[in-house]
């Protein structure tokens, strides 16, 4: 297991994103499977499925597939529930396709847990921003369409 994963994380490192793509999706595909025969050390198994798949959403956010990044993303939430960074990126693609209120609250959720996360702090202050011009933004058009 820990070649698999190292291979793929060394890949991912060195920039070389389509062969770390595939070794992150190889590893995911042969070792999550695997999972319940790992008994005590499923825990540490449990980080190292949390970074493959914050790892490989990432590869698919450089990608601009974010729907596949966000699918990795939650999937790295099923397996460690306290992964700051995971909380951050799905945040990241919400703000992004413009759901504001669900970038608000996976930003809220990476600060809880990393509490001196700046990045995740001034983001979330973007997307408080970003979401009130939205909501003012449709009072208005809602405004012009009532006096209509």
Do not use: C
């Not at 825990?43 to 959403?57: C, E, F, T, V």
């Not at 973007?126 to 009532?146: F, P, V, Y």
Request: charged residues 20%; without cysteine; proline residues 1%.
């Amino acid at each position: 297991m820990d070649e698999d994963y190292n291979q793929a994380n060394l890949l991912f490192t060195n920039g070389q994103r389509q062969a770390a793509l595939d070794s992150y999706t190889a590893f995911l595909d042969k070792w999550e499977p695997q999972r319940d025969a790992f008994g005590d050390t499923v825990n540490s198994y449990n980080k190292k499925l949390a970074i493959a798949y914050n790892n490989r959403g990432q590869l698919h956010y450089l990608n601009v597939d974010f729907y596949l990044a966000m699918e990795d993303y939650s999937q790295a939430l099923k397996y460690n529930q306290h992964f700051a960074v995971a909380y951050y990126n799905r945040g990241q693609i919400h703000y992004r396709l413009g759901s504001y209120q669900l970038a608000i609250q996976d930003l809220q959720r990476a600060l809880a847990i990393e509490p001196n996360f700046e990045d995740a702090r001034s983001n979330l202050m973007q997307a408080r921003q970003d979401l009130e011009l939205q909501l003012q933004g449709k009072s208005s058009s809602d405004t012009i369409n009532a006096l209509s």
